[in-house]
């Protein structure tokens, strides 16, 4: 019996297909260009079957397109800066940088023996000079063109690492890595000018007609487009020249049960207040040890200070309102205070209740009552209004704002305003592990871009004689006076360099535009970006649907602006797909003090639904958990290459469920995997020579047409999985098929490519066994004829009193009578009746025959 040896064969196509240059991508006016793109790896040093089926799906889509004729460009690079990088230099000795490059060779040769069809030839790591000197050059250029600004921000600070963290490596109020609780610090930052483009950002998610509803749908919320009121409370008593509070709100039509006004503690009100009030100053600084992310404020004890000041309401000057200063209100957010309307915001219904603040309906349901003092949420059906500008009224809050705004307009208190939640995006990071941003400091000059001669501006590996000390909190370049000191290049004095370097989002924000060209002097190549963008297919995690993709929709408007990208690409990518996750059960015991201790799957024996170790420790399984290198639920792909081969591991997680459901990694699943896999090579391999049979022969190429064109169907929609169900079938079909051995060569061959995007090793070997010409990776796709997909003829079940007895196989334009004449002559009918005469005959064309006795 033949055997499949993945172990021999699968280098061996790797080989030929490198010897070939088969996906080496060079421009070609002569064929269609294709850019698939999956969002590039960290170097961790290890990938694990998520990265497989990542990888997988955009190698099938890349070797289909291939074969369909068009040039493709399949690329992979590393996205190689950041903070794990210097958490293991802190943890573990060494340098960020070593370690970095060290897991780009591990993942590079984990990655290559599965067979991807990419381009090595343009991989590069984010953290190459030659990479981060074009952003040096990027960001320069933004510089002179107004779309990167430098200002006082409040950040949050990690007292701990000494750092700004951004919001998402804050959790539950602390630093992600060191456990400390973060503070609101105001320091001087670089920003990116992306709010400048909210209304174009939000407006463009229409066009991206091939984007799932659902992350267009998160990042409109992201962008937060809203129609609201500005106006002004004037203070009673005028501190210090302050004669008003401004306020924004999206609900005046709540205006008139306000309250008590709120203002953040980095208000300008408010910081004249600390000055002068240690009372102020101690609870502004304790406010401020809260973290800035919307998440972190919700879940925060709501704290207030009367400043003991009373604002007017604007349509009763009676009527006088107090001011606070409280911890959830934050500077950048508006105008940085609001005024509290308890009855219908739970966070004020909530601050108003422990401070003993009046709480004052102006709307309830049109049917049922709330006590008084309750909290009434916003609703989307009708309300009647109790307090309104025009009396009560039955409205939806949508038309009471509305309302509300141009009764406020006409009586000269505000004006309409539209404003978006997106924030300029804050880039500068304190660590050493960035992109250096290219600016130096002079007493004289002040902010001086660095000289485009001069970049790539790198980062120091050593200090001098000695290593970076990366266990000494803070950032190593604050420390590092041969980096740090520096001359002017506009006057020539001595000066500093800027020591923050980048958030690690502007990395990946313009890879996929550095990739046309990957080896310029440039940041791009004109010539190639508009050959090959936009990106046709991106395929990544929805974990990134917000930030990574809205900022890589920033730059790609910026860079057109610079000149580094044409009109067409500021939208990049033209289809994206969010592909779900790779599970696993976690295998885990609990040591002396009852803390979890996690196990590798591979150290894990099942036994009748249980687990156990080498030692015969019985386990507790998690089933079906998110992989995470911190539970050690991973598969290690190079473990399931030695043992199946990759092409099982590539079918298995294409097969098992839709590619934007999660799919469960199960030892059984990959073992029927590669059986399956073993009986398509063996059929080819021991294909008789058995003469032709005319009937069979046309029923089999008749299915093998229809394999086609579902097979095509199924890669074109993403739904490898309904492919790879169309395969299975067609594998049955052929190896039950009574057909000679030509008809049957045909057919494997066919098979052989219609497997090819998924299986290429398996694939290659059978197409050589059969006697296909050249490389099946460079053959052209076959075409289905039309012509065999209609059916001439048609199986119909005959039920007898409603039980399924046989089936007839009959000319689609069968007349009914002939048809009846035909099933009661079925043997297995003729069984069943026993010599009795049916009551009825039902003919139903095309679909079924009934028999009632």
């Not at 694939?763 to 001439?792: F, K, Y």
């Amino acid at each position: 019996m033949s055997r499949y040896q993945a172990a021999e064969i699968e280098p061996k196509w790797q080989k030929a297909w490198d010897e070939a240059k088969v996906f080496r991508a060079e421009r070609a006016e002569d064929k269609p260009k294709y850019y698939v793109l999956e969002m590039f790896p960290y170097p961790s040093g290890r990938i694990h079957i998520g990265h497989v089926r990542n990888y997988t799906m955009g190698d099938v889509i890349a070797r289909y397109k291939i074969a369909t004729g068009h040039n493709v460009l399949h690329p992979m690079g590393f996205d190689a800066f950041g903070m794990p990088a210097e958490n293991a230099a802190m943890a573990n000795g060494g340098h960020p940088k070593d370690w970095t490059y060290s897991n780009i060779d591990t993942m590079v040769e984990q990655m290559k023996p599965l067979g991807f069809g990419l381009d090595w030839s343009r991989m590069f790591a984010t953290c190459d000079p030659e990479y981060y000197g074009q952003q040096q050059a990027l960001f320069l250029d933004f510089l002179e063109k107004g779309l990167v600004y430098r200002k006082n921000a409040v950040v949050n600070w990690d007292p701990v690492d000494m750092t700004v963290l951004a919001n998402e490596q804050v959790e539950d109020g602390r630093g992600w890595r060191s456990g400390a609780l973060v503070e609101r610090r105001e320091l001087t930052q670089w920003f990116f000018k992306i709010s400048d483009f909210s209304d174009e950002l939000l407006s463009a998610l229409d066009t991206l007609d091939n984007w799932p509803a659902k992350v267009k749908t998160m990042q409109a919320n992201w962008i937060g487009k809203s129609r609201g009121l500005q106006f002004s409370f004037s203070l009673v008593d005028a501190p210090h020249g302050h004669d008003r509070v401004e306020v924004y709100t999206t609900r005046p039509d709540t205006l008139m049960g306000a309250s008590f006004v709120g203002i953040s503690p980095d208000h300008p009100l408010a910081k004249e207040l600390e000055r002068d009030n240690p009372d102020v100053a101690a609870f502004c600084e304790k406010a401020r040890q809260g973290g800035t992310t919307e998440e972190a404020i919700e879940k925060a004890e709501k704290m207030g200070f009367d400043t003991g000041l009373k604002v007017r309401h604007p349509f009763d000057t009676a009527w006088e309102l107090p001011v606070y200063i409280a911890n959830f209100i934050l500077m950048d957010y508006g105008t940085g205070a609001i005024f509290g309307c308890p009855a219908h915001d739970e966070r004020d219904h909530e601050f108003a209740t422990k401070y003993g603040l009046d709480i004052i309906p102006t709307f309830e349901p049109v049917e049922g009552e709330y006590p008084d003092g309750a909290f009434v949420p916003a609703k989307t059906e009708k309300v009647r209004y109790i307090k309104s500008f025009a009396g009560e009224e039955i409205q939806t809050g949508n038309e009471a704002v509305d309302a509300a705004v141009d009764f406020c307009e006409q009586n000269g208190v505000g004006q309409g305003v539209t404003k978006f939640r997106l924030r300029d995006w804050g880039l500068s990071r304190q660590r050493y592990w960035g992109c250096p941003i290219p600016v130096v400091h002079c007493e004289t000059c002040g902010v001086v871009p660095e000289k485009k001669e001069n970049l790539p501006i790198q980062l120091p590996y050593d200090e001098g004689d000695k290593p970076i000390d990366f266990s000494i909190p803070g950032n190593p370049l604050d420390r590092h006076p041969t980096w740090r000191d520096c001359d002017c290049p506009s006057c020539g004095a001595p000066a500093k360099r800027e020591t923050d370097t980048m958030d690690t989002f502007v990395d990946s924000s313009w890879y996929f535009a550095r990739f046309t060209a990957p080896r310029a002097d440039t940041p791009t190549n004109m010539a190639d970006a508009e050959y090959w963008m936009n990106v046709d297919q991106y395929i990544g995690g929805i974990e990134h649907a917000i930030l990574h993709l809205l900022y890589a929709r920033f730059f790609a408007r910026a860079m057109n602006i610079c000149g580094h990208l044409p009109e067409t690409a500021k939208e990049p990518f033209d289809a994206l797909f969010t592909q779900g996750m790779v599970t696993h059960a976690i295998f885990q015991t609990k040591d002396g003090n009852g803390r979890p201790v996690y196990h590798y799957p591979e150290d894990v024996e099942l036994r009748d639904g249980k687990g156990f170790l080498k030692d015969g420790t019985e386990v507790e399984i998690i089933p079906s958990a998110k992989m995470s290198k911190s539970k050690n639920n991973v598969v290690d792909p190079v473990q399931i290459i030695q043992q199946y081969g990759a092409d099982t591991a590539r079918w298995f997680v294409l097969s098992d469920s839709p590619p934007e459901r999660d799919v469960e990694w199960t030892a059984a699943g990959a073992e029927a995997a590669s059986k399956h896999l073993a009986r398509v090579y063996r059929l080819a391999a021991e294909l008789d020579d058995a003469p032709a049979n005319a009937e069979a022969d046309q029923q089999l190429l008749r299915e093998m047409h229809k394999a086609i064109h579902d097979v095509t169907g199924g890669v074109e929609s993403f739904g490898f999985n309904a492919s790879i169900a169309k395969l299975y079938g067609f594998t049955n079909t052929i190896a039950k098929s009574r057909a000679g051995a030509e008809a049957k060569r045909e057919a494997l061959k066919t098979l052989a490519q219609l497997m090819s995007p998924m299986t290429p090793h398996l694939a290659e070997e059978i197409w050589q066994t059969l006697g296909g010409e050249g490389l099946i990776a460079q053959a052209p796709w076959p075409v289905a004829d039309e012509a065999m997909l209609v059916e001439d003829t048609v199986t119909m079940p005959i039920q007898i009193n409603g039980k399924r007895r046989g089936e007839i196989e009959v000319p689609k334009d069968m007349d009914k009578a002939e048809v009846e004449k035909l099933a009661l002559a079925n043997d297995a009918v003729q069984r069943t009746l026993d010599g009795a005469q049916p009551k009825k005959v039902i003919v139903v064309p095309g679909r079924i025959v009934n028999v009632v006795m």
